[in-house]
């Protein structure tokens, strides 16, 4: 005759916890359904002027300062940009990108900030060719006729390829502009550069402004 069959008794605390768990499940699927869904975040804007040139030389050659018109003194600048790149035969040619040009503060501003129009970016020509440009000086870029006024040739929103100071000087009553060559790593055009999205809310029907 067999012995008796041993049970192992349950603590009353097992059934204790198993009920509390099984509770805050249902608590934690509850709160989770009151709370309010949180939208995933937006990708990042697109970088302004993502196509930029990995070396990049150039140079201001040269000005004009015409007769004034409906917009004002007119002054035009003359030069070149050039991608750098690998010349032997059987190189890749350099991938497509474009140059622009920073307006930067007149010196006696608190703030030598630059700012690039992106609608005014140009492309550079074919393979390692200089890229001529001419083009408009947008005087309305830095405040309305301003006294000293540097721009740079921008390979990038931080490389300084090439700068000119444009100074604003009288003779007699008549205003006119000079041009002076200005080091690219000099104090006034050190300031960060901002890129517009474009360049329409400078001077209006510009389209030739550099």
Known sequence: MSGPIYRPR???GHRLLGRLA???????????AALPMVPAAADDEPVPWPDTAA??????TGHTVHPPDFQGLYLELTGWAQQCGDEKEGAPPPP???????????PEKESAAGLLFEGRLRSYGPGLERTPFAGRFDLSATGPYPTDSPICLMRDRTTRV????VRMVFFGQAPSLVVTPLAPGDAVVTGPVTVHPDGSETTPNCGHCL
């Open 10 to 12: 349950r603590r009353p």
């Open 22 to 32: 099984g509770t805050v499940a249902v608590l934690a699927t509850l709160v989770a």
């Open 55 to 60: 070396c990049a030389t150039g140079e201001f």
């Open 96 to 106: 497509a990108a474009r140059f622009g040009f920073a307006y930067f503060a007149p």
């Open 162 to 165: 090439a700068c000119v100071q």
